[in-house]
């Protein structure tokens, strides 16, 4: 749900935090589980995100299972040492957290502000122009901080190996492909100095920060041996204000 440069604002705001990442590949984890392949509505993706996110069929990004994923693959690397393969695991499993906080802190709100717009135009039409300014802010950021390290990683990756066998090799590599294709060769007329009504700069930094902070809080948690006691998601041992819904406005406020 939240955007690929967000997940990556958010992976490094948590590597500067965690020393003996292998960031390159804690980077590439945190983009993995969107490698489903879209059809042209982007409705559904192949693998489906029931397999991608661990959700189960008809449930929204709210109910993702990563504990689901943690137990799959990062319980039983529990003290091992940060290498490749687990910062790649950590990066997965960091971009499921956040595609939950992203529901609780962005979207829900922004549902209620434009539930008359929803009811009047449809859900779809109203995701389209949401997601104009979240990904418009992608866009801006790239070009404001042509050097980000973590966008220079994902340029030169040459991808040869995964972690994870839910989702094949040459699904995460064609998604890498199309997200350093969607940045570098952005369309034509994509106006990026503007209004952002849904959700501006500010609120997108409100985010990122949140979801590192809310990440690394469950990171110690889970290394210090937390019981998981049939939990789905790690999000449940938040507090409520850490899952709070941001107030309006949260984009610019346009007369």
Not at 12 to 35: C, M, N, Q, Y
Not at 133 to 147: A, C, G, I, Q, V
Request: net charge negative.
């Amino acid at each position: 749900m939240a955007t690929w440069i967000c997940h990556l604002r958010v992976s490094e705001r948590i590597a500067a935090a965690v020393p003996g990442l292998d960031k390159t590949a804690f980077h590439t984890g945190s983009l993995a589980p969107d490698s489903g392949i879209p059809n042209d509505t982007w409705t559904e993706f192949n693998p489906p995100k029931e397999v991608t996110h661990f959700l189960v069929k008809g449930e929204g990004n709210e109910t993702i299972h990563d504990l689901d994923f943690y137990r799959a693959y990062l319980e039983k690397r529990f003290g091992g040492l940060l290498d490749a393969e687990s910062s790649f695991l950590w990066g997965y499993f960091f971009h499921l957290v956040t595609d939950i906080l992203w529901v609780d802190l962005v979207w829900t709100p922004t549902k209620l502000m434009y539930a008359d717009m929803i009811a009047e135009i449809g859900k779809l039409a109203v995701v389209d122009r949401v997601k104009r300014d979240w990904y418009d802010l992608d866009h801006r950021f790239l070009r404001d901080h042509p050097s980000w390290e973590p966008w220079q990683r994902i340029l030169s990756l040459e991808l040869t190996g995964i972690p994870i066998s839910h989702i094949p090799l040459s699904a995460v590599t064609a998604q890498l492909d199309l997200i350093r294709t969607y940045y570098t060769d952005p369309e034509p007329g994509r106006v990026l100095e503007r209004p952002f009504p849904y959700l501006n700069e500010a609120t997108m930094q409100r985010a990122v920060t949140d979801c590192a902070a809310a990440c690394l809080k469950l990171y110690l948690r889970l290394q210090a041996g937390a019981r998981l006691d049939g939990a789905f998601s790690a999000t449940s041992w938040l507090s409520a204000a850490e899952r709070q819904a941001y107030s309006a406005p949260l984009g610019d406020i346009v007369v």
